[in-house]
């Protein structure tokens, strides 16, 4: 495993791109902040998966955390499709810290809190470990989604501090959950319907120690470019005074590109159909015409060739799709002209054999009825020639 460092120290890190195959629109930044020396945050924002890591420990060992939670999870990105698979590759990157720790990458005790999301096709899955979150903004509204494992939350939860008294209490940055101490850790994961027009916010406490629910609403709500909005809620963050170091994802489930894929999916399968009516069609037609060239190369057919003399086609008479699918074989000397009436009737109606032998047999009777035929003629010319001269020979067989 590669462990990584935040690229940029003191200054912002960030990344923005709009990705067809997501239906969305993101932007994220990692900011240092104006207090510590360096980021321990890192992030993942690789649609569908993005994640949030806050690293924990000091002495830099925090960011080696971060950066093994996320390589762990990027490693395991492609086989993520269930909050199931979300929350194991959460617990394979607690064991990735855990392991790390033993074979001094960082230090031991280093940890890291971690925010996931895939957010795909109507669906958003998110899991959850310490205190970074996940907020969705729908409709001018920002709702926190995942529940913090922090000492103060738990307050809140019990109702002994209200959720301002949590951001200014003493012990508002103990953490109760993190990865990289305990193999049992237990991973909170959350399944949601998203809907084009929605808005996710994943980021560590740098942003919402500093920078209250209600102003970060009121960026999401007035600046549409996630961009700008994620570069505005890291200067609020920072002007507030920057504590701690930011990290920003937003998430935008965009109506236009949304819309645009599912018209792109639908014109891809009407066009994939269509292509599977042509393939099957042209398959249909070229077994047709398999099957028929088949046919046709075993028959054979007699008629007149351009000559006028009787000849033999291997094939069958007329044509396919407008091609002939015959051609001559033998031709003769014998004119059809001469053939008897029946015969030249055969002939003119091209009369087909099953094999090119038997036409050829039908061809030796037309030659031998011909003979016959012009014997029989010679035969009765010669009495009438004899009549005239040796009629006696005729008369005395
Ligand atoms: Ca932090």
């Not at 990157?93 to 855990?98: C, L």
């Amino acid at each position: 495993m590669t462990v990584a460092t935040t690229p940029n120290k003191k200054s912002s890190s960030k990344q923005s791109l709009h990705r067809r195959h997501c239906s969305c629109v993101f932007a994220a930044i990692t900011n240092v902040g104006q207090v510590r020396d360096h980021n321990e945050d890192a992030y993942l924002a690789s649609p569908p998966l993005f994640v949030v890591a806050d690293g924990l420990g000091g002495h830099e060992a925090g960011e080696v955390a971060s950066n093994i939670a996320i390589d762990t999870i990027k490693a395991k990105g492609r086989h993520i499709e269930t909050a199931q698979d979300l929350r194991r590759a959460v617990e394979a990157a607690n064991a990735a810290i855990i392991s790390g720790a033993r074979r001094n990458l960082g230090r031991a005790g280093m940890g890291t809190t971690l925010t996931a999301a895939r957010i795909f096709e109507g669906k958003a899955l998110l899991a959850q470990v310490g205190d970074s979150r996940g907020y969705l903004f729908r409709s001018g509204r920002l709702a926190q989604i995942t529940q913090d494992h922090s000492v103060v939350a738990a307050m809140v939860r019990s109702g002994s501090i209200s959720p301002e008294e949590a951001r200014i209490h003493p012990n508002r940055n103990v953490i109760t959950r993190a990865l990289g101490s305990d193999p049992g850790l237990e991973v909170d994961t959350y399944e949601y319907e998203t809907l084009p027009g929605d808005r996710w916010l994943l980021c560590s406490d740098g942003l919402y120690g500093m920078v209250d629910d209600s102003a970060i609403e009121k960026i999401l709500s007035e600046v549409e470019d996630p961009n700008r909005a994620a570069e505005m809620l890291v200067e609020s963050a920072n002007d507030a005074g920057g504590s701690d170091n930011i990290t920003v994802i937003i998430i935008d489930v965009d109506v236009e590109t949304a819309t645009r894929n599912e018209h792109k999916r639908t014109r891809a399968k009407s066009v994939a159909t269509f292509a599977g009516v042509i393939a099957f069609v042209a398959l249909l037609f070229a077994g047709l015409g398999v099957g028929i060239v088949q046919y046709a190369r075993s028959r054979a057919y007699i008629a007149a060739s351009p000559e006028g003399t009787v000849a033999v086609y291997a094939g069958v008479p007329g044509s396919v799709m407008g091609a002939r699918i015959s051609k001559l074989s033998d031709n003769t000397t014998i004119p059809v002209n001469e053939l008897s009436a029946i015969d030249r009737a055969k002939v003119e109606s091209e009369e087909t054999f099953n094999s090119k032998e038997a036409a050829m047999a039908m061809i030796e009777h037309y030659r031998e009825s011909l003979a016959s035929q012009s014997s029989t003629e010679t035969t009765t010319s010669q009495p009438a020639t004899n009549t005239t001269g040796t009629g006696a020979a005729v008369g005395t067989p």
